[in-house]
């Protein structure tokens, strides 16, 4: 995936990517334990993550391009009335890869896991409440597993994105793409 993205010149950040991967996929598969919590459902900790990689993309982008990184700022053609306004699109631009990162992974775990414990919730009263319901709870049981299932496989998948895009947005600082 960072030979696809990045190139030969992003080899020296596989350490960091695999170690940011293993991270969050440890992580989201530790919270679909019973009584456990998926500590990358909290904002605080997908937005620490996402601003390593930010700062590091930062970092990358000085140490390869030195202040001719500010020249990202402004694309070459741009009418002299559009300055102000393509800066400040720019900056924002700069900003956004931290927003993306940190939101998306916390957006969707903690939607994923709030289904699972409202469903199991149900399925707990259902079973508790005795009687026909007993028999009944059987049936958001089954929704359950099956949406354990798809939240493991939704663990996986984020794990994989935060590091495809962490990959692609140092590709993007390295090769001084726009």
Not at 22 to 29: E, Q, Y
């Amino acid at each position: 995936m960072l030979a696809q993205t990045v190139g030969t010149a992003g080899q020296a950040f596989f350490p960091f990517i695999y170690t940011l991967f293993t991270f969050v996929l440890g992580r989201n598969l530790l919270g679909l334990i019973p009584y456990s919590y998926t500590v990358t459902s909290h904002l605080v900790v997908t937005m620490t993550r996402a601003r390593a990689v930010w700062i590091g993309k930062r970092r990358v982008g000085f140490r390869r391009h030195g202040r001719k990184i500010f020249g990202r700022l402004l694309p070459a053609g741009t009418p002299f009335p559009m300055i102000p306004f393509m800066v400040a699109l720019e900056r924002l631009g700069f900003t956004i890869t931290f927003i993306s990162l940190s939101v998306r992974l916390f957006a969707n775990m903690m939607a994923g896991h709030i289904l699972l414990k409202v469903i199991a919730g149900f399925a707990w009263t259902m079973m508790t409440a005795g009687g026909r319901r007993y028999l009944a709870h059987f049936v958001p049981m089954g929704v359950l597993f099956r949406l354990l299932r798809l939240e493991t496989a939704v663990a996986f998948i984020q794990a994989y994105i935060f590091a495809l895009l962490t990959c692609i947005y140092l590709g993007d600082v390295i090769h001084g793409g726009h």
